[in-house]
């Protein structure tokens, strides 16, 4: 969340919704569990319900949770902001992505080395088959570093 929070300040777009979104879009984490933004945006919206935000503010930023789900390309600038700073961590240091690295496997510790490695390398491959893995121009430099990260780490599951 910080590192999220961060990534939107230092390239000064960082908005109250967005801000909202990023405290709100993994409220509910659980790694076993495939629903974890829509239940993210029911009860952030609900606790935005009860401290009398706007509605349309409410609704704004439970599209922006949402949008973290990243099944679908992001609808709105807004959107796309907050899924680039979401992937932010890809395209961090090399220290800073091998640790992010090495707590997805502890998540997931649940599942035995064959599986994880298999579903994990998925997920790499995924990113990097992508044309683009940054929307904005806020996030475009991170591409290259983003890619060569997910490519050491592709290595190291071999």
């Known amino acids: 969340m910080r590192q999220m929070l961060a990534a939107l ?10 801000a909202l979104a990023v405290w709100g879009h993994d409220l509910v984490y659980d790694p076993r569990a495939a629903d974890n ?3 993210s945006a029911e009860v952030f919206g609900a ?6 935000a706007d509605p349309a503010l409410r609704e704004q930023v439970t599209a922006l949770i ?10 709105t600038c ?4 907050l899924v680039d700073a979401d992937l932010s961590i890809l395209g961090a240091s090399t220290s800073a992505f091998d640790a992010y690295d090495r707590a997805i496997r502890q998540e997931y ?3 035995p ?9 998925r997920v790499l491959e995924g990113f990097l088959e992508r044309g683009i ?15 060569l990260n997910l490519r050491r780490a592709l290595q190291k599951l071999h």
């Open 9 to 18: 300040a230092t390239r000064g777009v960082l908005t109250p919704a967005l």
């Open 37 to 39: 933004e829509a239940r």
């Open 47 to 52: 606790w935005l319900a009860a401290q009398g």
């Open 66 to 75: 949402l949008a973290t789900r990243h099944t679908d390309p992001p609808h």
């Open 78 to 81: 807004e959107e796309a902001l």
């Open 109 to 111: 510790a649940h599942v």
């Open 113 to 121: 080395w064959p599986l994880y490695r298999e579903g994990r390398r």
């Open 133 to 147: 893995l940054y929307h904005t121009p806020e996030f475009a430099l991170l591409d290259v570093p983003a890619r």
